[in-house]
Nanobody, 122 residues
Framework: QVQLVESGGGLVQAGGSLRLSCAAS????????MGWFRQFPGKDREFVTS???????TYADSVKGRFTISRDNAKNTVYLQMNSLKPEDTAVYYC????????????????WGQGTQVTVSS
């Protein structure tokens, strides 16, 4: 059974940092695109960042220069380092994975974690 389990969320003051982890199990994800999404209350889930199989990162404009995605394929784990956090970063953060040959997120071939809450106080 494939699982993505996020950890590392919590409460932090504005300007602070958090590091989220996503541990994947049930299969090898070295040839998967790994990503992070977030969801604000009452809003649709939005893209934050993704990492291709070779580690190349793509970022939403709102987090560029502050967030960094990395992955350790040997550990089947992806990380999200979040620096200079702002209150508007407060959201539930989700880990996701999809085969590299798929064109979009949200297909039946992808996987999602259960989410971890990040709260940034002002």
């Amino acid at each position: 059974q494939v699982q993505l389990v996020e950890s590392g969320g919590g409460l932090v003051q504005a300007g602070g940092s958090l590091r989220l982890s996503c541990a994947a199990s049930g299969r090898t994800f070295s040839n998967y695109i790994m990503g992070w999404f977030r969801q604000f209350p009452g809003k649709d889930r939005e893209f934050v960042t993704s990492s291709s199989a070779n580690g190349a990162g793509t970022y939403a404009d709102s987090v560029k220069g502050r967030f960094t995605i990395s992955r350790d394929n040997a550990k089947n784990t992806v990380y999200l380092q979040m620096n200079s956090l702002k209150p508007e970063d407060t959201a539930v953060y989700y880990c996701a994975a999809r085969p590299e040959w798929t064109a979009t997120w949200g297909t039946r071939l992808g996987y999602w974690g259960q989410g971890t809450q990040v709260t940034v106080s002002s």
